[in-house]
């Protein structure tokens, strides 16, 4: 069984970063595309960025030149490095690992940007 961890969460001003960290947990034999999605109150959960196994990085339009992802595959882990925050990326934040048993997700991290 495989799990995913996130951690890193919390409240930070406007302006300010986090850095979110999902490792993956079990028997694992390859992870395919990692990624980060978010769920804001009352709104349908989002695709914010997503990294292959081997390609190109990709960021939802609201995140472009803010948000970095990033991933160890030596770790199993994926990284999402979050600078210049806005009100409007609060939002519980979840990871997500493609595997050869179908989609892994996390239990969700809470980020909260406010003065």
């Known amino acids: 069984q495989v799990q995913l961890v996130e951690s890193g969460g919390g409240l930070v001003q406007p302006g300010g970063s986090l850095r979110l960290s999902c490792a993956a947990s079990g028997t694992i034999f390859k992870i395919y595309t990692m990624a980060w999605y978010r769920q804001a109150p009352g709104k349908q959960r989002e695709l914010v960025a997503t990294?292959?196994?081997?390609?190109?990085?990709n960021y939802a339009d609201s995140v472009k030149g803010r948000f970095t992802i990033s991933r160890d595959n030596s770790r199993n882990t994926v990284y999402l490095q979050m600078n210049s925050l806005k009100p409007e990326d609060t939002a519980v934040y979840y990871c997500n690992a493609g595997l050869p048993i179908g989609s892994v997700w996390g239990q969700g991290t809470q980020v909260t940007v406010s003065s």
């Open positions: 990294t292959p196994s081997g390609g190109s990085t």
